[in-house]
């Protein structure tokens, strides 16, 4: 680009020339003149707009994902815990709400530790008796390789204990050291104190120590109450799911003796079931025992507090439906016969196992 146009200053202007944001203008006195342009601001009013949506949907998708969180530890606990741990330990149904704290909404940490610890529950508005058998000199089995029943009883008992009290349940133990507690004092206990569950913990065994008989079972009362039952069937259930070596399931009476009954399945007026968890004269059972007996209690107390539910007892969330103690219907009056009482004083005297020895049925 070339000019030659008179200026008003009297120099004639020769040549301009622009490079870029540069102009030149060359002068016929050979002053040259630059001509500095500033660069035009442009606004990218487009791109802004479109910044600032970005911005917002970021904002309203970190609330909702807020949102969501909160929802998710308050409402679905059960979930959280049994994706987390224990899939062993999943409910029937799976939409399971507990209810939180009453501390107020648990924070992370609080529903991870308990995942850790298989608890499901808390706050369960219930009163459970946990009655480990035998005590003091009535040892129960004493097996070949130094286990003593009555201690193995009460090693998973207190463990039972704690468990379902940190589901917020109030347990009532028959014993919690190695003391003698009769047999009818262990009912009125459970029947005092208005527990809405009894559950009697043995382990079982033959008298043919070579035998590699074994599994668990649970004895209800022979009138087959619905309660007791669906007590006895839930606590097998969930031991299976944790392990056992065989189920033999839910047996009516006494061992042999049909017509009779435990005195604990007789003299309580709540549900109750006496579970024989393994053979002491098992080495697969003792293993099992050894090795299992937290995830055992941990069985117990969730068949315990899903039966409470079942039965509406309590809601899903603990709360308290039924207004009284939990009776079992029918299974009180039962005539304690002599061949009961004399076959209860065998026991009591040779500290043999509670069903007469005898594995056979
Ligand atoms: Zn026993």
Redesign the pocket.
């Known amino acids: 680009m070339a000019q030659s146009v008179q200026s008003d200053s009297g120099r004639s202007i020769v040549h301009t020339e622009r490079v870029g944001r540069v102009k030149y203008t060359y002068y016929d006195d050979g002053v040259v003149k630059i001509t500095r342009y500033k660069a035009k601001k442009k606004i990218y009013w487009g791109r802004i707009f479109a910044a600032l949506c970005m911005l917002m949907i970021l904002m309203m998708g970190f609330i909702q994902l807020g949102k969501s969180l909160k929802k998710a530890v308050k409402g679905s606990r059960t979930e959280i815990q049994v994706n987390n741990s224990m899939p062993e330990f999943v409910m029937s149904g799976s939409d399971n709400t507990t209810q939180t704290s009453a501390s107020g909404t648990p924070d992370d940490a609080e529903v991870r530790a308990e995942a850790e610890k298989g608890q499901l529950y808390s706050n369960m508005n219930i009163r459970v008796c946990i009655d480990p ?2 005590g003091d000199y009535d040892t ?1 089995t004493v097996a070949g390789d130094g286990i003593v ?1 009555a201690e193995q009883n009460l090693e998973i008992s207190l463990l039972i204990r704690d468990y379902l009290e940190s589901c917020g349940v109030v347990v009532t133990m028959t014993r919690e050291s190695d003391v003698s507690v009769s047999l009818s004092d262990r009912c009125s206990i459970a029947n005092e104190n208005g527990c809405d569950f009894f559950v009697s913990m ?2 079982n065994s033959v008298s043919d120590t070579s035998s590699d008989y074994s599994g668990i079972e649970a004895w209800v009362n022979n009138k087959a109450p619905e309660y007791d039952t669906a007590l006895a069937q839930n606590i097998l259930t969930k031991l299976d799911e944790a392990g056992v070596s065989d189920d033999h399931g839910v047996k009516y009476g006494y061992r042999d003796m049909p017509g009779n009954n435990y005195q604990v399945n007789m003299d309580t007026v709540m549900p109750s079931c006496l579970l024989e968890l393994g053979f002491v004269t098992s080495e697969q059972d003792n293993e099992l025992f050894l090795n299992k007996k937290q995830k055992y209690a941990e069985a117990v107390g969730n068949a315990i507090i899903e039966t409470a539910i079942q039965l509406g007892v309590i809601s899903e969330s603990g709360e308290r439906l039924l207004s009284g103690q939990l009776i079992s219907e029918g299974k009180n009056n039962v005539y304690i016969t002599d061949a009961y009482a004399k076959s209860g004083e065998l026991k009591f005297v040779t500290g043999i ?2 069903a007469g020895n005898d594995p056979q049925r």
């Open positions: 058998g035998h129960g029943e043995h382990r196992n509670d």
